[in-house]
């Protein structure tokens, strides 16, 4: 899928976590009979508590952590959405933002600065982030760039329980939940199960796609090329419902914006994807071995948008713009 290149050697102390992370999968593993679904997989290696890349407190943004988003270029980024949340909350008194993953702070700290800039700031801003470290970071930026609105920021482990109006913001957070892989396998879906060799390696386990699965590959047309083209390779997030479910009850008036890279089903679901899309991110290398370093790199997935569409509607909401 990707040009072979030297990946990078970790630290001892990030080697250690990664294998502190591979032994409580493999706890999981042989706890489930000698193999888990990838998703469960992926869930693990990025947010069990613990020993999770996006809980543990190695540095990922940035030059020297694993790669850069768009808010950690500069303020520009911020300042675009800036001008979105603007409309809403100029129709909306007292409306908050909640914003998913801060990253640095870089996002806040911008979007922030463009809106008291305009004198129109969020009630209250919301960040949802699981890595004591990186709130610990955020605080701090944001109390140096924007100290006369740090009072207004709150960190959240979780959703708020009462729904805001206002607007959510969710930066490459789409791409990072769990997928499950599948394969076309002359004319048979496979998925790809994750289970452990004879020296206790993970190696991928090939079986059987479940009925409901094959009914959605068979039934929706955007799927065609997976049951079709011998040896496609292909994800399906059934995360993303789930969360835009949960979206739902989080925002009773506003927008969500959500940020990511991905496309409808028709190009997500493509020739351009017979790999597949998943990938791993480590000090700035892509490659696709997401069953090495778990813990220690981000795995990540293109999005299809037409999933989250399908799924913001049967949760209630409407589909203001897709850009």
Request: charged share 25%; proline share 5%; glycine share 10%.
């Amino acid at each position: 899928m990707f040009e072979e290149q030297k990946l990078p050697q970790l630290d001892r102390e990030t080697l250690r976590h990664c294998e502190l992370a591979a032994a409580a999968i493999a706890r999981q593993i042989r706890i489930n009979g000698g193999a888990i679904r990838f998703d469960d997989y992926m869930r693990m290696a990025l947010y069990e508590p613990g020993i999770g890349y996006y809980v543990a407190g190695a540095r990922k943004f940035g030059h020297g952590g694993d790669f850069i988003t768009a808010p950690e270029l500069g303020p520009l980024f911020g300042s675009a959405l800036a001008e979105q949340c603007l409309q809403v909350l100029r129709e909306i008194t007292d409306g908050e933002i909640l914003e998913f993953g801060g990253g640095t702070g870089s996002l806040a700290v911008s979007l922030l600065a463009a809106l008291d800039a305009q004198g129109v700031v969020p009630k209250r801003y919301s960040i949802v982030e699981l890595s004591p470290d990186l709130r610990e970071r955020q605080a701090a930026f944001i109390e140096q760039k924007l100290p006369h609105l740090l009072d207004r920021v709150r960190w959240l482990s979780a959703p708020p329980d009462d729904p805001i109006e206002g607007c959510v913001l969710a930066n490459e957070i789409l791409d990072a939940l769990p997928v499950r892989c599948f394969e076309n396998r002359d004319g048979e879906i496979v998925e790809h199960w994750v289970a452990l060799d004879e020296l206790g390696e993970f190696v991928c386990e090939a079986r059987a796609a479940d009925r409901q699965v094959t009914e959605i590959i068979n039934r929706e047309p955007g799927y065609q090329l997976c049951r079709e083209l011998n040896g496609y390779r292909f994800e399906i997030s059934p995360a993303i419902p789930l969360w835009i479910a949960d979206l739902a009850k989080i925002l009773r008036r506003g927008v969500a914006l959500l940020i990511d890279y991905g496309n409808g089903r028709k190009e997500r679901y493509g020739e351009a994807y017979h790999q597949g899309s998943l990938r791993c991110f480590l000090q700035h290398r892509v490659h696709d071995q997401a069953l090495m370093y778990p813990g220690g790199q981000d795995i990540t997935c293109s999005v299809d948008f037409t999933h989250a569409a399908e799924a913001a509607v049967a949760a209630g909401m409407q589909v203001a713009g897709y850009v």
